[in-house]
């Protein structure tokens, strides 16, 4: 039922802390019938100067509250206008305590007053727009708004949104209306999705998603070379208008082609502009329209996507329907109808409170999905909402196969069998790594693989073939059966309902009790084992938090007893499920309660090997040992190219790994020994052929170093004072976007606090990870303004697309060497020192260059883009190995001895 009076409202604030940020606007508008009637803006003075970030966001300058009242003075006007209409509003959580806050500090109370939130209305209605954020939706749904981030055209916004969100869910079908008003029972939602509409209870699903198996081959047809794509009138010429041919880009093509037609590895490094995706795609495709399953891994979503929905389909009419391409992901991507179902119709038992909501934005979405994959809806959001999804997600220890009613409609299935059928799958990295170290248990069998952004996978693989315990890892799998916050939610108590409710024999009851007992007390066990590990380790600081020999050797903490706990849980687990087995009717509660106790064993087997430690080449260790919560034990193997030289290189029929950072010095050693392809035991056939392409044009003609050699050295207690000053004199006044790469967060946060006044004065954007948002959202900011200055550390090394006069400046004030601290770089150093080598040129300086080249490269990305990269690390001139690092540049480099001179090498 539409409210047919409300009010949207919107709030412009000095920050995010409830506790000391003030509001400086508020916008009311009434609607009437979905009609704005009514509209009132206050400025209100805060007591503090705003950020010179919160001023670019919303325009409003301090000059502007200069003679603005405080929220006192007007706030009896605003709770006038509110009266006792609900209240709307986009992110209402945030906006709607805010505003409650600051009533209640001048004794004034809106806690009658429902607040509605488009947010989460949005994710219900509208299921694919790329996020759900407002100014996301205005474009989508076309509502015309003045101007974003000002309060007034937002509430204005937000209050047809809202309209529209209702108008879109009252299109749902009968069964998603029925259930939304079940689970909105006793919300704020109740009353809008009142629904006296009779439903059919079961859920029924589109039929999934096929592929089109590839159209055989006949015997005789003969399928084109690469040479005939490439080149001026080629193949390629005739689906890309303008298409460019390039001899590296051929050369590129035919030696991934050699490579699938004779077998073996190649490692090819290819320079920016060069167009090594189509160089490996068209051989690729080919070979796939052969008869032979190719696949592509990338480390990023974004680039498989790329790959699957743009550069592939571009091409695919080449290949007269002979290649059949499709994305595959892990089964845990994919929904679990049967789970799901479950969850649908015991929402009470099985969804804590907070679940509910979120739950709410999967009813319309599973009923019209072809795929099932969790990602698709972005109301829904997988990476947030992780916990909640592996509930009803898909996965082999709980699967029922050809018992499951929704057997033939299953998602997880269903992409296995299309992955069968198709002959060209793009996947990501950690789904190959999983399936390489479960022994190749996820993907269908292939001949042939393509590895772009391979540069990722050395450090991917020690985490892939680690290990990692954590509290909420096992908290999350006991979760599923006893809520910790309320006993009577889960799986155990689901048993308990269905159980009483069939008269069942008194022992199985008994030893619902005893599981849930032993449930809650596995948890328990090990929040102590990490409550008295930490208060060990802090007393042993100097120690480090590296071990070798095993946690009770080395800090007196017994794991034994968490073993044993979750031992228990597993035993009962099972007893019950030996007798629940032979009731037909209790065999999906069986099947379900089988999946959670072998996630309770596999942590189990985890933390066993993780604290008994003495493994020879791993290494051991515990991060934030402080907090109980946040405390992680790791394994990782030191080399898990092993891995790669035992299970993987002996088999593959050819392998491609390519990227802009192969190769160091114009060597592939480096990578080659990280990824087991040096080791003796490899097959003379398999030795890497490696070729480096260079960029399609002349980076260093686009692209200015400049050094500054006068700041003193980075472990100089004096040099994060000396980078602020640097800074602080050539960053406000410059006219160009400009990017700071740091290698620390405290760095960063500090020269933050130096620059923020500065930039400030002048009106001037500037933004810093952590501080003003993620990297998404601030990139985008970033790309919008001109003079502006964003601060990075860590995944803005990377990854980032600045094109042309995004970013003109590039400064570097560190060379980006790995942490000695760092448990993996120091395990790795001590073997190299076993062996006489020196861990610092061995070590260190290629993990430098390899971040050094990735940072650089967010300079210039294509022939357009020109710039200046500018290092205050004299390192690079003052010691020996800064030849290494200078050499990326042909040692064509200015230094600027003096602030003086470096502002006028910039022309300020």
């Excluded at 605003?78 to 986009?90: E, K, M, N, S, T």
């Excluded at 035919?254 to 090819?268: D, F, H, Q």
């Excluded at 959001?381 to 220890?397: I, Q, V």
């Excluded at 590895?451 to 315990?469: I, N, Q, T, W």
Aim: glycine share 6%.
């Amino acid at each position: 039922m539409k409210p047919n009076v409300y009010v949207a409202f919107d709030l412009e604030t000095t920050g995010l802390d409830f506790e000391h940020d003030e509001i400086i606007e508020v916008a009311l508008e009434r609607f009437e019938n979905g009609e704005p009637k009514e509209s009132k803006d206050f400025l209100i003075k805060p007591k503090q100067n705003l950020r010179p970030f919160i001023a670019s966001l919303t325009g409003i300058s301090d000059a502007d509250l200069a003679d603005a009242p405080d929220f006192a003075t007007v706030a009896g006007q605003i709770r006038q206008f509110i009266g006792d209409y609900p209240l709307v509003a986009h992110n209402a959580q945030f906006d709607s305590k805010f505003l409650r806050s600051t009533f209640a500090k001048v004794g004034i109370s809106i806690e009658e007053n429902p607040v509605l939130d488009t947010l989460a209305l949005s994710r219900i209605a509208y299921r694919s727009v790329p996020n759900h954020k407002l100014e996301t939706l205005v474009s989508y749904l076309n509502i015309k708004r003045e101007r974003a981030h000002r309060a007034l055209p937002d509430a204005d916004a937000c209050g047809k949104l809202f309209w529209m969100a209702l108008a879109e869910i009252e299109k749902l079908d009968a069964f998603a209306k029925h259930h939304l008003a079940r689970f909105a029972c006793g919300t704020v939602w109740e009353k809008i999705f009142e629904d006296c509409t009779p439903s059919h209870e079961e859920l029924l699903t589109q039929e999934p998603e096929s592929v089109t198996p590839p159209k055989i081959s006949s015997a005789k047809e003969r399928l084109p070379r690469v040479r005939e794509f490439f080149g001026q009138g080629g193949k390629l010429s005739a689906v890309i208008p303008n298409f460019s041919a390039r001899d590296s880009q051929l050369d590129f093509a035919e030696v991934v082609e050699r490579n699938m037609y004779k077998g073996g590895i190649s490692l090819l490094e290819a320079g920016t502009g060069m167009g090594k995706t189509l160089a490996y795609l068209i051989p690729a495709a080919l070979k796939a329209a052969a008869g032979e399953r190719v696949v592509v891994s990338t480390a990023t979503r974004t680039l498989e996507e790329q790959l699957s929905k743009h550069d592939f389909p571009m091409i695919a009419s080449l290949f007269g329907g002979k290649v059949s391409p499709l994305v595959l992901k892990g089964r845990g991507n994919y929904i679990c109808l049967r789970k799901f179902e479950e969850h649908l119709k015991s929402p009470d038992v099985l969804l804590a409170p907070d679940e509910r909501e979120t739950f709410m934005t999967l009813i319309p979405w599973v009923e019209q999905t072809k795929t099932g994959e969790g990602s698709e809806n972005t109301g829904f959001n997988l990476s947030r909402n992780r916990l909640l999804w592996n509930k009803f997600a898909s996965d082999a220890s709980t699967c029922l196969g050809e018992k499951c009613r929704f057997y033939e409609k299953c998602f997880g299935l269903n992409a296995r069998r299309q992955a069968a059928k198709a002959n060209l799958l793009f996947i990501n990295h950690s789904l190959f790594l999983s399936d390489l170290a479960l022994d190749f248990a996820l993907l269908p069998t292939y001949e042939h693989i393509v590895f772009d952004e391979a540069h990722r996978l050395p450090a991917m693989s020690h985490a892939s073939f680690g290990k990692m315990v954590r509290f909420f890892r096992l908290r999350n799998i006991t979760k599923i059966l006893v809520h910790p916050k309320a006993q009577e939610k889960g799986l155990v108590a689901e048993m308990e309902a269905q159980l009483t409710k069939a008269n069942a024999e008194s022992s199985l009851l008994d030893a619902c009790a005893k599981l849930r007992e032993a449930t809650m007390e596995c948890e328990k066990s090990l929040h102590r084992f990490f409550l008295k590990l930490g208060k060990k380790v802090f007393k042993n600081k100097a120690d480090g938090f590296r071990y070798t020999k095993g946690i009770l050797a080395e800090y007196d903490t017994d794991p034994k007893t968490v073993i044993e706990s979750c031992n228990a849980v597993k035993a009962i687990a099972e007893d019950i499920c030996s007798q629940l087995r032979n009731n037909s009717a209790f065999a999906l509660m069986a099947r379900n309660l089988e999946g959670a106790a072998m996630e309770i064993s596999r942590f189990n087997e985890d933390f066993a090997f993780i604290t008994a430690a003495g493994k020879e080449d791993w290494v051991f260790y515990m991060e934030e040992p402080g907090n109980p919560h946040t405390a992680i034990l790791r394994a990782i193997p030191l080399y898990p190219g092993n891995n790669w030289t035992e299970k993987f290189y002996p088999w593959i029929k050819s392998a491609t790994f390519t990227s802009a950072t192969l190769s160091l010095q114009n060597s592939f050693d480096y990578f080659e020994e990280r990824m087991g392809m040096l080791s003796p035991k490899l097959s003379k056939f398999k030795h890497p052929f490696v070729r480096n392409y260079p960029s399609a044009f002349d980076v260093n003609a686009k692209r200015r170093i400049i050094i500054a050699d006068f700041l003193p050295k980075p472990n100089d207690p004096n040099f994060q004072a000396a980078v602020e000053n640097v800074l602080s004199e050539i960053l406000p006044g410059n006219k160009k976007n400009a990017l700071v790469l740091f290698t620390s967060i405290l760095s960063m946060t500090k020269s933050h606090q130096a620059l923020a006044p500065l930039f400030a004065k002048m009106n001037k954007l500037l933004l810093c990870q952590q501080i003003d948002g993620g990297m998404d959202s601030l990139v985008e900011m970033f790309r919008k303004k001109r003079e502006a200055c964003l601060l990075g550390c860590q995944v803005f090394w990377e990854g980032i697309d600045l094109p042309e006069s995004a970013l003109e400046l590039l400064v570097i004030p560190k060379l980006p060497f790995p942490n000695p601290s760092n448990p993996l770089i120091a395990g790795l150093a001590d073997k190299l020192k076993e062996k006489n080598e020196n861990a610092f040129k061995s070590l260190y300086i290629p993990e430098a260059l390899l971040e050094l080249r990735q940072g650089l490269g967010r300079l210039i990305r294509s022939e357009s883009d020109s710039g200046t990269a500018l290092f205050l690390d004299n390192r690079l001139v003052r010691e020996p190995y800064g030849k290494s690092f200078t050499r990326l540049w042909g040692f064509k480099h200015e230094v600027a001895h003096s602030v003086e001179e470096l502002r006028k090498l910039l022309g300020l």
